[in-house]
C-alpha cells in the first residue's frame, strides 16, 4: 500500500513543482470538470487523504473550506502536513488492519460499511482519477503535463 501512496505523494511534488512554472492564474482560473481548477484539485486530493486518513485512525477530520484557499503555497503546505500524517498511519499498518471495517455514515443519513483496505485503495485511485485531469488541461493551456507512468518513472 505504501507503494502507492509513495508513487501519488511523487507525482504530487511534480505537480507542484510544474505549476511554479506556470502563470498564477492559469492555476486558478475556472475549468471544466474536477474541482474547477488547477489549484482546487491539488487541494482536493490533499484534503480528501486527510479526510479518509483521520476517519480510519478514529480523529477529528480537519474541515478547511476549498474555495478559502488561493495560493500554491497553501496547497503545498495542507500537502506536506496530510502526507506526513498518512506515513505515519502506514507505518502501523498490517494485513489484518486492512480487515477492519469503517462504518460511515454520511450527513444524509445513509450508512455505509468499507474496509479499511478498500478505503486505501479508494484514496489511491481518486487521486489518480484527479491528476488525469491535470493533465488535461495542462494540455489545454499548451504545457506537458506531468508524466504520472507507473512504470517508466
Known sequence: MLELFSYNWEIREEWFNWCREIDPD????????????????????????????????????????????STLDEVIEFSGMTRQQTE????????????KELNMTTSSGKTYLFTYQKVMQHVVTHEIHHIGQL??????????????????R
Open 26 to 69: 492559469e492555476l486558478t482560473k475556472v475549468r471544466t470538470g474536477g474541482m474547477g481548477s488547477i489549484l482546487k484539485n491539488l487541494f482536493h486530493v490533499a484534503d480528501c487523504e486527510q479526510i479518509w486518513m483521520n476517519q480510519l485512525q478514529g480523529k477529528p477530520v480537519i474541515k478547511k473550506d476549498l474555495h478559502t484557499i
Open 88 to 99: 505515519n498511519f502506514l507505518s502501523l499498518w498490517t494485513p489484518a488492519f486492512g480487515k
Open 135 to 152: 493533465s488535461v488541461w495542462a494540455r489545454e493551456i499548451g504545457k506537458k503535463p506531468v508524466s504520472s507512468d507507473l512504470i517508466f
